[in-house]
């Protein structure tokens, strides 16, 4: 993990997941893996979140939730797909209701394979995040000035 | 009298780790009534009977539930044996019951730190977190798995608890009882927190049997129902005897799960001290052919499965009852006459478990 200037956000959403990774991402956040220490901090407000982790696939209810959920957190934005259910649709994915993994609706960035995924598994996955949303709030950063320093020229 | 208004609450919410949607008729800050709005969650697990066989459904049926997984598997595959008259060897029976207590031990000390968490009591969550890992290590002992095991088989199991891991087990459970004592004294002593639970959400024994409700939030309200006592597996064997509090309101509900945190503790020592000797699963031929109901007893209360089959790979039906679904009303009974600042406590304190619900 290279250097992290910005403290990242996390946000958790159940999509249609049987609990166990559920309880692997909160377990992943309580003191023995201790996922806090790499500075993220768990949010229960999508406004304020940088990177989302979404447990479980995507179904015809909650469709509409995610998609909501994901163009309420502001740019830039990291997606994390927890367990095969996320990533496939896994065991679920010939279910009459299920229409797939998370990025049948939303583009995800980072998949962490496993049923339940083990909290090593999602530490490496929250790690890789946290590398990616540093890389874009640079390129983010550097596109403002840009457009600012543009602006002034033209002006 | 104030002016009526709708709060939603969910489906995604800081204190609910599922999602599950409430809209709250509110006058003021009282709640008038509480319309559920589920489905969030809903697979249509029950539909893949027409892609999978009843083999292959053992771990469908342990995905139902994350949390208590186990029991999910092991009360679909009683129902499979019961079909097809399977007598399965005693080792088995008590294998299967140790396993079930684990899995109670780890939900029950998994709900208390989220009902710590509910009522923003931020570190003694992390403690019950931090006792549940050591139970969950002992689940990686036995099995290799930390939730969902697949250890069940249509006439036994599939792995065997060696004297060893018998010893390891007795000697974390020493540990774990110390620490979970530890934490009692905050959760029943603690005047903070009993003025956050007592008399909040109160149901009589008359609205909980009306209501149908199930598990120690039955128990809660001083309803005998422990369907352990039915007599499955090894608790025949076993000396026990329900706990029951008669209050009915949160602390009672409290009270009563980290109660049976001992018992479960207790129980797998009787267990290990009268496991027998012997096989742990007998072989098993032919197809599934007839209908079969069994009943057990789930961290949440009494699970409920249906298995039809027709001679061929392919069931014709299966069911599964959950303890969250028949809770459900008296939950709503509950939020009736409430603050809306009690909500996330009232939702905790059936231990809802929404994928199970929905399936």
Same mark, same amino acid.
């Given at each position: 993990?290279?250097?992290?200037?910005?403290?990242?956000?996390?946000?958790?959403?159940?999509?249609?997941?049987?609990?166990?990774?559920?309880?692997?991402?909160?377990?992943?956040?309580?003191?023995?893996?201790?996922?806090?220490? +790499?500075?993220?901090?768990?949010?229960?407000?999508?406004?304020?979140?940088?990177?989302?982790?979404?447990?479980?696939? #995507?179904?015809?209810?909650?469709?509409?939730?995610?998609? $909501?959920?994901?163009?309420?957190?502001?740019?830039?934005?990291?997606?994390?797909?927890?367990?095969?259910?996320?990533?496939?649709?896994?065991?679920?994915?010939?279910?009459?209701?299920?229409?797939?993994?998370?990025?049948?609706?939303?583009?995800?960035?980072?998949?962490?394979?496993?049923?339940?995924?083990?909290?090593?598994?999602?530490?490496?996955?929250?790690?890789?995040?946290?590398?990616?949303?540093?890389?874009?709030?640079?390129?983010?950063?550097?596109?403002?000035?840009? $457009?600012?320093?543009?602006?002034?020229?033209?002006? | 009298?104030?002016?009526?208004?709708?709060?939603?609450?969910?489906?995604?919410?800081?204190?609910?780790?599922?999602? #599950?949607?409430?809209?709250?008729?509110?006058?003021?800050?009282?709640?008038?009534?509480?319309?559920?709005?589920?489905?969030?969650?809903?697979?249509?697990?029950?539909?893949?009977?027409?892609?999978?066989?009843?083999?292959?459904?053992?771990?469908?049926?342990?995905?139902?539930?994350?949390?208590?997984?186990?029991?999910?598997?092991?009360?679909?595959?009683?129902?499979?044996?019961?079909?097809?008259?399977?007598?399965?060897?005693?080792?088995?029976? +008590?294998?299967?019951?140790?396993?079930?207590?684990?899995?109670?031990?780890?939900?029950?000390?998994?709900?208390?730190?989220?009902?710590?968490?509910?009522?923003?009591?931020?570190?003694?969550?992390?403690?019950?977190?931090?006792?549940?890992?050591?139970?969950?290590?002992?689940?990686?002992?036995?099995?290799?798995?930390?939730?969902?095991?697949?250890?069940?088989?249509?006439?036994?199991?599939?792995?065997?608890?060696?004297?060893?891991?018998?010893?390891?087990?007795?000697?974390?459970?020493?540990?774990?009882?110390?620490?979970?004592?530890?934490?009692?004294?905050?959760?029943?002593?603690?005047?903070?927190? $009993?003025?956050?639970?007592?008399?909040?959400?109160?149901?009589?024994?008359?609205?909980?049997?009306?209501?149908?409700? !199930?598990?120690?939030?039955?128990?809660?309200?001083? =309803?005998?129902?422990?369907?352990?006592?039915?007599?499955?597996?090894?608790?025949?064997?076993?000396?026990?005897?329900?706990?029951?509090?008669?209050?009915?309101?949160?602390?009672?509900?409290?009270?009563?799960?980290?109660?049976?945190?001992?018992?479960? #503790?207790?129980?797998?020592? $009787?267990? +290990?001290?009268?496991?027998?000797?012997?096989?742990?699963?007998?072989?098993? *031929?032919?197809?599934?052919?007839?209908?079969?109901?069994?009943?057990?007893?789930?961290?949440?209360?009494?699970?409920?499965?249906?298995?039809?089959?027709?001679?061929?790979?392919?069931?014709?039906?299966?069911?599964?009852?959950?303890?969250?679904? !028949?809770?459900?009303?008296?939950? =709503?009974?509950?939020? *009736?006459?409430?603050? =809306?600042?009690?909500?996330? =406590?009232?939702?905790?304190?059936?231990?809802?478990?929404?994928?199970?619900?929905?399936?």
């Amino acid at each position: 993990m290279g250097k992290v200037k910005n403290s990242p956000w996390l946000l958790h959403y159940d999509g249609s997941s049987c609990n166990g990774c559920d309880i692997e991402v909160l377990a992943t956040l309580t003191p023995l893996y201790d996922a806090e220490r +790499f500075g993220i901090e768990n949010t229960g407000d999508p406004m304020q979140a940088d990177i989302l982790l979404i447990t479980g696939g #995507i179904n015809t209810q909650n469709q509409e939730v995610v998609r $909501q959920l994901y163009n309420q957190m502001p740019r830039p934005k990291v997606v994390v797909a927890v367990g095969v259910c996320a990533c496939t649709g896994g065991v679920f994915k010939d279910c009459y209701n299920v229409l797939g993994g998370a990025d049948s609706t939303i583009p995800v960035d980072i998949y962490v394979p496993g049923c339940a995924a083990r909290p090593q598994a999602i530490i490496d996955g929250i790690v890789k995040a946290v590398e990616l949303f540093q890389k874009r709030s640079d390129r983010h950063d550097r596109y403002e000035i840009e $457009q600012k320093e543009g602006g002034n020229a033209n002006g | 009298m104030g002016k009526r208004k709708v709060v939603p609450f969910g489906p995604q919410h800081p204190v609910l780790p599922e999602p #599950i949607h409430l809209d709250l008729v509110m006058e003021d800050e009282k709640i008038l009534e509480a319309v559920p709005n589920i489905g969030f969650v809903h697979r249509g697990l029950e539909g893949l009977i027409e892609k999978k066989d009843f083999n292959e459904l053992i771990y469908i049926a342990e995905r139902t539930c994350g949390i208590c997984s186990y029991q999910h598997g092991m009360g679909y595959t009683e129902t499979l044996e019961q079909i097809m008259g399977v007598e399965i060897p005693d080792r088995a029976k +008590f294998l299967r019951s140790t396993w079930s207590e684990l899995g109670r031990l780890h939900s029950h000390l998994l709900w208390l730190g989220l009902l710590a968490d509910g009522f923003g009591f931020e570190s003694l969550f992390y403690e019950c977190w931090r006792i549940r890992e050591k139970i969950l290590d002992l689940h990686e002992l036995t099995v290799g798995a930390r939730l969902i095991f697949s250890v069940n088989k249509v006439g036994g199991v599939l792995r065997d608890i060696t004297p060893e891991m018998q010893k390891t087990i007795l000697e974390t459970l020493d540990v774990v009882e110390e620490e979970v004592k530890n934490i009692q004294k905050t959760f029943l002593y603690d005047y903070s927190v $009993q003025s956050r639970l007592k008399g909040i959400g109160v149901l009589s024994l008359q609205q909980v049997h009306d209501l149908g409700c !199930a598990g120690p939030f039955a128990r809660a309200s001083g =309803l005998n129902l422990d369907m352990r006592k039915l007599g499955y597996d090894a608790y025949p064997y076993i000396d026990f005897e329900p706990i029951i509090s008669t209050d009915g309101d949160c602390f009672a509900r409290c009270d009563v799960r980290t109660r049976e945190i001992f018992q479960s #503790i207790d129980i797998i020592r $009787q267990i +290990f001290a009268k496991m027998p000797e012997g096989d742990i699963a007998v072989p098993v *031929k032919g197809m599934p052919n007839g209908e079969a109901t069994v009943r057990i007893e789930q961290p949440r209360g009494e699970a409920v499965y249906y298995v039809k089959g027709n001679g061929k790979k392919l069931l014709d039906r299966m069911r599964i009852r959950t303890p969250t679904f !028949a809770n459900l009303p008296g939950l =709503l009974e509950t939020m *009736k006459g409430a603050d =809306l600042s009690d909500v996330p =406590l009232l939702i905790l304190s059936i231990d809802p478990c929404i994928s199970c619900t929905e399936r």
